[in-house]
């Protein structure tokens, strides 16, 4: 936990009252404590009625965040049973949840826990079994066109070298556009922090990018940022299968990571414009911009396209 500052705890016990049902008495008297986080502030919220999670969101978040689509397909997570029940859901985006006590799944925690791979697998199938369409429509790409537009707007251009990468990602799109896969309701930021983990089940929280997507974009994105090996992936496959995996569905998972790393690097470049000085967002951005162009001459790559574009 971080220690909070007293301006920043004066803000949390501010934005707790305003929530109906909650008393000024009772937000000055809750134990209030920081969980990490890159762009929004999340606190974990103590009474004796029980414990909360209290989101604030960050800084230029409104830019690319449909907050009334995140609000919708929080309920609709939690209903389902994937996500905790949300309790206030206010317009400016100040969220208030029931607190899951679980362990957040960092990179390393994925393969050091054990059964934690097959435990995702499973979470991600019931999300996508279970949860009704979401409200939103995203899409392989369709974020990263998104993210160029904002960064435009911005008036963040992007290098000759990147721009290159980018064109050169097309024949990417153009493979997974040869082999459809029916859209379901995705998380499409299932990492880390957002997989909370009992040791039983996994729990999913934060909805920010939800929408209905390509599913073998949350599965290729928990890979991705967590940097699974081939053998990791197949577990992860078969988990959310409940089967080996076919050739195509490993191909479609290997094609997947390299729009995944492109909207990773994006977002980072937005970030960076909004001010966020959280991390070394322009380095991290540089440095997934040339993996992308590493990946994309790779001979796995290279397989898993022909096989799709067949």
Partial sequence: MEKLAEHEQDEARRQLAAIPGFTAKAAETARIERLPGLTNRVYRVELPEGRFALRIPGEGTAAIIDRRAEEANAHAAAEAGIAPEVLHFGADGVMLTRFVDGEPLSPER????????????????????????????????????????????????????????????????????????????????????NLLDTG??????????????????????????ASLPEEADAR???????????????????????????????????????GNRAADF??????????????????ALRRALVSLSA
């Fill in 200 to 225: 039983e089940r996994v729990w999913l929280v934060d909805w920010e990018y939800s929408g209905m997507n390509d599913p073998w974009w949350d599965l290729s994105y928990c890979s991705f940022q």
């Fill in 282 to 299: 322009p380095a991290y951005a540089v440095r997934v911009f040339e993996e992308i162009a590493a990946r994309l001459e790779t001979p």
């Fill in 110 to 193: 994925i393969l050091q826990k054990r059964g934690a791979l097959e435990r995702i697998g499973a979470a991600l199938r019931r999300l996508h079994d279970r949860v009704p369409a979401f409200v939103s429509r995203l899409g392989p790409f369709a974020t990263i066109d998104a993210f160029t537009h904002v960064l435009a707007d911005r008036g963040v251009a992007l290098t000759a070298r990147q721009r290159a990468i980018l064109a050169e990602a097309e024949r990417v799109r153009e493979a997974l556009a040869a082999a459809p896969v029916a859209f379901r309701s995705c998380h499409c930021d299932p990492t880390g922090r």
């Fill in 236 to 274: 992860l496959l078969a988990a959310y299968l409940r089967r080996a995996p076919e050739a195509a569905e490993a191909a479609r998972m290997v094609a997947m990571k390299a729009p995944i790393a492109l909207m990773s690097a994006l977002w980072a470049l937005i970030q960076d414009a909004h």
